[in-house]
T-cell receptor, first 114, second 114 residues
Framework: AQSVAQPEDQVNVAEGNPLTVKCTYS??????LFWYVQYPNRGLQFLLK??????LVKGSYGFEAEFNKSQTSFHLKKPSALVSDSALYFC????????????FGSGTKLNVKP | DTAVSQTPKYLVTQMGNDKSIKCEQN?????MYWYKQDSKKFLKIMFS???????INETVPNRFSPKSPDKAHLNLHINSLELGDSAVYFC?????????????FGPGTRLTVT
């Protein structure tokens, strides 16, 4: 069965420190991987995606993510966290030729403290 | 210039009632989705339409019926509402059935069944 895991319900980091939000996946074939962010009472916003090519992808608001095929991971990173980064982050995977279906992780709440 | 819009934003109703949520996208996308986000923020796909054709129909009670009058609209009708239907419902769209495309989410409809 296809699945996406975000092992941490919550990540706490001080402003200015680097942050990492973890994501691992279990799918058949070569997946497409996505990160979304959700601010309170808002819909999800697309941050970045990995389709093919360079394993390090850069996205919105200074975020980046590294695709690691051997570890089946796609961790989200940012070198220096901002208080405004505090939000709920979702990892998602899409399996090619599987009728548009997205599988979302359970979400990780990022708290950035001043 | 809203990309994906949903109405209403909030919906409070009693058990047993029938209600509808409307979704419209002005992005020219071919594919639209309905997701349910429960109180623990877990996001689950319910339905997906491509060019008005149903392509994903997850294990959802028959009380839920999507309708797509055209490519730009995907409505969700719910019959005989139950307490467990309380959740936030998100509409989303993506350009085509291509797997490499991200989804664009609406702001959500918070449904409360009393």
């Amino acid at each position: 069965a296809q699945s996406v895991a975000q092992p941490e319900d919550q990540v706490n980091v001080a402003e200015g420190n680097p942050l990492t939000v973890k994501c691992t996946y279990s799918v058949s074939g070569n997946p497409y991987l996505f990160w979304y962010v959700q601010y309170p009472n808002r819909g999800l916003q697309f941050l970045l995606k990995y389709i093919t090519g360079d394993n390090l992808v850069k996205g919105s608001y200074g975020f980046e993510a590294e695709f690691n095929k051997s570890q089946t991971s796609f961790h989200l990173k940012k070198p220096s966290a901002l208080v405004s980064d505090s939000a709920l982050y979702f990892c998602a995977v899409r399996v090619p030729y599987n009728f548009n279906k997205f599988y979302f992780g359970s979400g990780t709440k990022l708290n950035v403290k001043p | 210039d809203t990309a994906v819009s949903q109405t209403p934003k909030y919906l409070v109703t009693q058990m047993g009632n029938d209600k509808s949520i409307k979704c419209e996208q002005n992005l020219g996308h071919d594919t639209m989705y309905w997701y349910k986000q429960d109180s623990k923020k877990f996001l689950k796909i319910m339905f997906s339409y491509n060019n008005k054709e149903l392509i994903i129909n997850e294990t959802v009670p028959n009380r839920f019926s999507p309708k797509s009058p055209d490519k730009a609209h995907l409505n969700l009708h719910i019959n005989s509402l139950e307490l467990g239907d309380s959740a936030v419902y998100f509409c989303a769209s993506s350009p085509t059935v291509s797997d490499s495309y991200e989804q664009y989410f609406g702001p959500g409809t918070r449904l409360t069944v009393t």
